[in-house]
């Protein structure tokens, strides 16, 4: 369920969310298709399944928030471009 549209959000969270925007996120299709990995050197590869699901997971949450601030240009959440997973000592 995306965040906009979760009844279980607090109301100081559903306040801040009221002015959001939502644009359109990237289809799973296209997560699915084009995931990759960067690893410490650089190299791209495919991502790891765990990966992909995590961004599958997150664009269907977050993808396509948009919110504007006091100045410059509004604060865009999801997967823009190519869906890209960096690999780390950390995981």
Do not use: S
Request: proline letters at 7%; zero cysteines; hydrophobic letters at 40%.
């Amino acid at each position: 369920m995306h965040i906009l549209d979760d009844p279980a959000v607090g109301r100081r969270l559903r306040r801040f969310l009221a002015r959001a925007e939502r644009l359109d996120p990237m289809p799973e299709e296209t997560i699915r298709a084009e995931a990759r990995a960067v690893d410490a050197a650089g190299r791209v590869g495919d991502a790891p399944a765990e990966a992909v699901e995590a961004m599958v997971r997150f664009e269907h949450r977050f993808g396509g928030i948009a919110y504007k601030l006091i100045v410059g240009n509004p604060i865009t959440y999801g997967l823009r471009r190519r869906p890209t997973a960096r690999v780390t000592q950390e995981g």
